[in-house]
């Protein structure tokens, strides 16, 4: 047997971590040629390296006794390479070496087995989530640490670092061991950056794991476990579950069928020397393995011909070909334990240029071709081309309406008048109009154009523009509608089922599978199960939110219609699939307390509130007139000032940072800061947040703060504004210090308080903590903050004091028979006059 040589060529290929210079069929597409490939493992080379695989079974075909002669050799080597470079023919790796275990419901252990399968399946899905939700809960552990600016030893500490004992806590949470944390913290201070970890594999390539007899009657515990696990074979026999458990693993191979034509001019004698051909090298790469043959393209096969998948004479042609192919391979001699067979292999397909084994409905006329710079246009099939002239059809009518007129000048909705009267000029319009061949949706030809017209025209924000699922027509003011008939005369319907210019008997030929349903697909597998060597095994997939009935009803479906066996599984959940919880309602009212006897001996229990408090994103405006403090301090001799200003209930919403001798680029640095912390935190951002990310950050000016009575030193000008925020709105006490040289490079303070320094509990008056402008004289100016006896250190009736009646200050003292206000001068007598000044 000879194949046509396809035309080679060099090409750039981007692989997963380089692009390379490749030869291979100019032909193929980048995402075929990677196929193959991957699959030899070779990296540029194709032609030879699959004539190098070639001669690899003709060597392992010497060994089983294939070949009689060299000459019988050669031709092998030189065909099947011919063969698979020209797209006829594909082998795949070998699978599972060992037969999958078969269960019945005789069987002891059937109940067993679907429960444990089951339950294992649901323990694989927890780990790799539990992996994922580790990873990066762990990876946060080494952030907190590698963030750190401070001492490297209390970075690495949970009780000096808030941000890590927080990581750490969330990541305990999560199921992480103290161990692993402690690890995560070793590994940051080491120098580590990424904590990487790899999601468990558990299961083969193709994930079937277990082979059920389901009666003809689907058993429902069967059913579930299919639906949950997608990993059970269905065998509606014991017959049926013996042949599917005994054929399975080992290698397959399958022909294109459409590469040897259709109708009268199908080359019969070159289709059957192509099963030969195959079928000596499965045996040679079989190995004592099992090894199936399949034929891939029958739906598009039917197509080329003008034949209906689902009618008789589709199916007679199918079971006629499959006849000739049987006969082909008992004819050659060659024994595969598998014989010829129907089958389900994605890779396999991708190879073959995207026809499966599988013997399914078509998947529609429109498919996807390649430009010489790599682009992906969409383009006719040529099973669609060739049905269409067989049936006499208008070529150009059905490109038109399948892919589309390509041009907007006279489209319903959005023509090219309603794009300029939208804004959009001539320049836009043809950037969108040479996009359209590349387009899946009309959204995305428009996605090509200038984001600064989508900007300056259209209005359209950052976020916009970063959003997946923005739409440019949509945020011009065109309608769903409007969009939608203009995507179809743009960028055509994609199918030819409901062409009005097809008779129903020439649509009924362009039907797809979801035209169809699985109804046809089990009618054509049970005409062609004669000729097979396995029982011929659906593999269908549900969508993904279908429900354990819906599975059941499937398997019933394929039970009645003569299909021996059948593997269901679901679509796997959306990426982005988010589950809308309602809020938690508000708790029942709490009854009324019960003081008799039995509630004084009822033990006393433990009462856990939780509140859960909500904020929109939106900003939360402050008061036009509102309150804070000014707060001046130097800091390494840099003085500083600090404003806050707050909302009602005393939060803090926004900080002014002042630094009035500095340079005028680290003034305008720390102004705009400022304005990023305030609008922050006006828009819900916690000062917690805040005060741990900026802590313990070190730059110059750092070192002793004077002028604040709590933080006495800070290794920055942003540790020092944080660590008093810290201890004004907080009470992070933690973060205030007495020693002016404790964060110095030393890290040593200066022991004791030194004898004679400013006692506490000294009464102040109120005035130097209320903003008398802010009161505007409501309160009254003889406040006066009263020291406590604890403060000063006596008994509660120990503490008497006279307040001046004129400025309200704890400063009067006896003088003689007079009291004399230290504060204000003013004298009175002690028979009862009033004070005067």
């Avoid at 208008?394 to 007129?405: I, K, N, T, V």
């Avoid at 508000?586 to 509630?599: H, I, K, L, N, T």
Wanted: with cysteine; proline share 6%.
């Amino acid at each position: 047997m000879r194949s046509e040589t396809a035309r080679i060529e060099r090409r750039l290929l981007e692989r997963a971590s380089s692009v390379a210079e490749v030869l291979a069929p100019a032909a193929w597409t980048d995402a075929r040629v990677e196929a193959w490939l991957d699959w030899l493992d070779e990296t540029s080379d194709l032609p030879a390296a699959l004539f190098r695989y070639a001669e690899g079974l003709v060597q392992a075909g010497d060994v089983a006794g294939l070949f009689d002669s060299a000459r019988a050799r050669g031709g092998f080597r030189r065909d099947l390479g011919a063969a698979m470079l020209s797209g006829q023919m594909a082998i795949s790796a070998p699978r599972l070496g060992q037969r999958m275990p078969l269960v019945q419901p005789a069987d002891s252990d059937f109940a067993g087995a679907l429960v444990t399968l089951r339950a294992e399946h649901r323990g694989r899905a927890m780990a790799r989530a539990a992996v994922r939700e580790l990873t990066a809960r762990l990876q946060a552990v080494m952030d907190s640490v590698l963030r750190c600016e401070g001492d490297p030893a209390a970075c690495a500490d949970p009780r000096a670092n808030a941000s890590l004992a927080r990581a750490a806590e969330a990541a305990r949470s999560a199921g992480a061991t103290d161990a692993m944390i402690l690890d995560a913290i070793s590994l940051a201070r080491a120098g580590e950056h990424d904590w990487s970890s790899v999601d468990p594999r558990f299961s083969d390539v193709d994930g079937l794991e277990l082979v059920c007899v389901a009666g003809e009657e689907p058993d429902p515990r069967v059913a579930v476990a299919a639906w949950e696990t997608g990993a059970v074979a269905a065998a509606f026999s014991p017959e049926a579950g013996q042949a599917v458990a005994r054929g399975w693993g080992g290698v397959r191979g399958a022909i294109n069928v459409l590469a040897f034509g259709a109708g009268q001019d199908f080359d019969a004698p070159g289709f059957d020397a192509a099963v030969a051909l195959l079928a000596t090298g499965l045996a040679a790469a079989a190995d004592d393995r099992p090894a199936a043959l399949g034929l891939a393209g029958l739906a598009d096969w039917l197509v080329a011909q003008g034949l209906a998948y689902d009618s008789p004479a589709g199916r007679a042609a199918a079971r006629d070909l499959y006849r000739r192919a049987s006969s082909a391979l008992i004819s050659s001699g060659v024994k595969l334990s598998g014989g010829l067979a129907v089958f389900d292999d994605p890779e396999l397909a991708l190879r073959l240029g995207g026809v499966g084994a599988s013997a399914a409905p078509w998947l529609g006329p429109v498919t996807v071709a390649e430009t010489e710079d790599g682009a992906i246009a969409r383009v006719l099939s040529e099973a669609s081309l060739q049905g269409l002239t067989v049936l006499g059809g208008d070529l150009a009518q059905a490109r038109a309406h399948l892919l589309g007129r390509l041009d907007l000048s006279e489209a319903p909705g959005v023509s090219h008048a309603a794009l300029h009267a939208k804004g959009f000029t001539d320049h836009e319009i043809a950037a969108a109009e040479a996009a359209l061949p590349f387009a899946a949706h009309l959204s995305d030809a428009f996605a090509a154009i200038d984001a600064g017209f989508l900007c300056d025209v259209l209005g359209a924000t950052d976020a916009d523009l970063a959003d997946p699922a923005f739409d440019v027509l949509v945020l011009a003011g065109f309608t769903e509608a409007e969009i939608a008939q203009t995507e179809e005369h743009a960028l055509g319907s994609g199918a030819l089922a409901d062409a009005e210019f097809l008779t129903p008997a020439q649509q009924a030929v362009f039907q797809t599978a979801d035209d169809l349903g699985p109804v046809p697909y089990f009618a054509l597998l049970a005409a062609l199960q004669p000729s097979l060597a396995l029982p011929a095994m659906p593999d269908l997939e549900l969508e993904w939110d279908t429900a354990p009935g819906d599975a059941r009803a499937l398997m019933s479906a394929a039970a009645r219609a003569g299909v021996a066996a059948i593997r269901v599984r679901r679509a796997p959940p959306p990426a982005d699939l988010s589950l809308d919880l309602p809020r938690a309602s508000e708790p029942p009212p709490r009854a009324a307390r019960d003081f008799g006897p039995e509630a004084q001996e009822r033990p006393a229990q433990e009462r856990i509130v939780e509140r859960i408090v909500e904020r929109d994103r939106t900003r939360r405006k402050l008061p036009d007139r509102r309150k804070g403090y000014i707060q001046k301090a130097a800091v390494g001799g840099h003085k500083v000032y600090l404003h806050t200003g707050e909302y009602d209930d005393g939060e803090l919403g926004e900080i002014f940072i002042d630094m009035h001798k500095e340079g005028a680029a680290f003034r305008s640095l720390m102004n705009n800061f400022a304005i990023g912390i305030s609008i922050g935190l006006q828009y819900g951002v916690p000062l917690e947040e805040f005060v741990d990310a900026f802590v313990f950050t070190r730059f110059e000016p750092a070192g002793p703060v004077t002028g604040n009575d709590s933080v006495r030193s800070a290794t920055s000008i942003l540790d020092y504004i944080f660590r008093e925020l810290g201890v004004s709105y907080l009470a992070r006490d933690d973060l205030a210090n007495a020693d002016p040289d404790e964060l110095n490079a030393d890290g040593l303070g200066r022991g004791a308080l030194d004898e004679g320094a400013e006692q506490a509990g000294e009464p102040q008056p109120a005035s130097h903590f209320i903003s008398r402008g802010f009161a505007r004289g409501a309160a009254p100016d003889n406040l006066v903050f009263l020291p406590s006896a604890k403060e000063r250190g006596q008994p509660p009736n120990a503490l008497e004091a006279d307040v001046c009646a004129a400025c309200g200050d704890v400063a009067v003292v006896r003088k003689g028979a007079s009291l004399i206000c230290e504060t204000c001068g003013t004298r009175a007598d002690t028979h009862g006059g009033d004070m005067t000044g």
